[in-house]
């Protein structure tokens, strides 16, 4: 059988290995976030991650000899990344954690091609296939299923579970926002590595005078672990996935891309069970297959010609 252009694209190494490595790491970043929000206030935590992402990352661009000028308005496309990237989304993500489990916070995350699906509608003209619109539906199910499983088993009540999973999907739709900037003109004009560098440092300042702001002077956990996951979540977490994952987007459209978040959330919840004493119910296992199988429904029914050539990749992506 020969395989489209598309399909051959998608089997490719450069696209296999980076695919598998994001879906590996960010799988493992839902737990080690758990963790940041112990002692520390979560906007602190996501301060200090991604600071510490922003000098490893000027320190890569550099070492990749990338300019680290990108002009006016290269830094304002920079600050909008920053701002919805590295500040809104990951303040959401570690506030939504508090209220329910890593493993569903993720799961919930999978539900990113439904946002980018309709903004690419909005930006692109892009039809919605009644496939895709089925796909949502079940994956809908499914999100509503492992609600009311949190629902009865958590200690912090319905309440406290309705509050995270409605900070996640703001997550989820501060990340759509960031993941459709990557098919602008400008995102691909310019090299990725800076721009991220001063999308991170941005990003990482608005983190700590929102820190500052709401929850007071700086607070650190001197414990080991904390440092190591600060240290995890920057470099491996942000400097390392990062790049690759929007390069990925330039490769095979973020359609493709979002391939992840449909695998990511098993990892994730696996862990969950592992670390943080999940506990499978029915309802539970069948909210999070009809999750996963309705993201992979409205995925593959979400073939997008305009969006994909939009997305190929014209340019160095460092």
């Not at 098919?183 to 590595?193: F, K, T, V, W, Y």
């Given at each position: 059988m020969t395989l489209r252009p598309s399909s051959e694209r998608a089997f490719r190494a450069d696209v296999v290995i980076p695919f598998t490595l994001i879906t590996l790491i960010w799988g493992s970043t839902w737990l080690v976030i758990h963790d940041q929000i112990s002692v520390v206030p979560p906007s602190w935590s996501v301060a200090y991650r991604f600071l510490l992402a922003a000098i490893a990352m000027f320190g890569l661009a550099r070492f990749r000899k990338l300019p680290l000028a990108i002009g006016i308005k290269g830094l304002g496309f920079a600050f909008v990344l920053g701002l919805l990237q590295f500040a809104l989304n990951f303040n959401l993500v570690y506030q939504a954690e508090i209220h329910v489990t890593s493993g569903l916070v993720a799961v919930l995350y999978a539900l990113l091609i439904v946002p980018n699906s309709l903004l690419a509608r909005l930006l692109f003209k892009q039809s919605v296939t009644r496939e895709f619109l089925i796909g949502s539906i079940v994956a809908a199910a499914g999100v509503a299923m492992l609600f009311l499983h949190e629902a009865r088993v958590s200690d912090v009540g319905s309440a406290g579970v309705l509050t995270g999973i409605v900070l996640s999907l703001?997550?989820?739709?501060?990340?759509?926002?960031?993941?459709?900037?990557?098919?602008?003109?400008?995102?691909?004009?310019?090299?990725?590595?800076?721009?991220?560098?001063?999308?991170?440092?941005?990003?990482?300042?608005?983190?700590?005078?929102?820190?500052?702001?709401?929850?007071?002077?700086?607070?650190?956990?001197?414990?080991?672990?904390?440092?190591?996951?600060?240290?995890?979540?920057?470099?491996?977490?942000?400097?390392?996935?990062?790049?690759?994952?929007?390069?990925?987007?330039?490769?095979?459209?973020a359609g493709r891309a979002a391939y992840t978040s449909v695998l990511i959330p098993v990892l994730a919840m696996l862990l969950s069970t592992l670390f943080e004493n999940y506990m499978w119910s029915p309802l539970a296992i069948c909210g999070a297959g009809l999750s996963l199988v309705g993201m992979i429904i409205a995925m593959r029914a979400r073939q997008a010609p305009s969006l994909e050539s939009a997305a190929s990749p014209s340019r160095n992506v460092g």
């Open positions: 703001l997550g989820v739709l501060s990340a759509s926002m960031a993941n459709v900037l990557q098919i602008a003109e400008i995102a691909r004009r310019l090299p990725m590595m800076s721009v991220l560098a001063w999308a991170m440092l941005m990003g990482g300042l608005l983190d700590a005078g929102f820190a500052l702001a709401t929850a007071g002077l700086p607070v650190i956990d001197p414990r080991p672990g904390y440092i190591a996951g600060i240290a995890y979540l920057a470099i491996v977490g942000s400097v390392i996935t990062f790049p690759l994952y929007f390069g990925l987007i330039q490769r095979i459209g």
